[in-house]
């Protein structure tokens, strides 16, 4: 199945590699975090939700049926979602430069919409 992107398509295999692609420069992120007991815990927190994105887009790709499917983006859509919280909060604390981050952010955004409109569309075609 085929999700829409910006008026174009993608695959489920391109979109399995920009999840990948979004964890792996959040692990590169939160290995240039400032040594401290705060940006630790937020670090973790965020390379937990950031890195589960991927992981459970994956297990949705391989649902048993429709509803496992859904339920499934259902995950996928909470973990990019707190993976924006988290980002926001390194940036509105100041633990990291809103510069540093502004990609980060938009594509946590980029990729929450197509996982909202995956679901919507998965969820018509049951």
Known sequence: MEVAIGGSTATPEQLKERTKQFALRVIHLVNALPKGKVAGVIGRQLLRSASSVGANYRAACRARSRAEFVARLGVVEEEIDESAYWL????????????????????????????VASRKTARRQS
């Open 88 to 115: 926001e909060l390194l940036m509105e604390s100041g633990i990291m430069p809103v510069t540093r981050l502004a990609d980060l952010m938009r594509e946590a955004s980029e990729l929450t919409a197509i996982i």
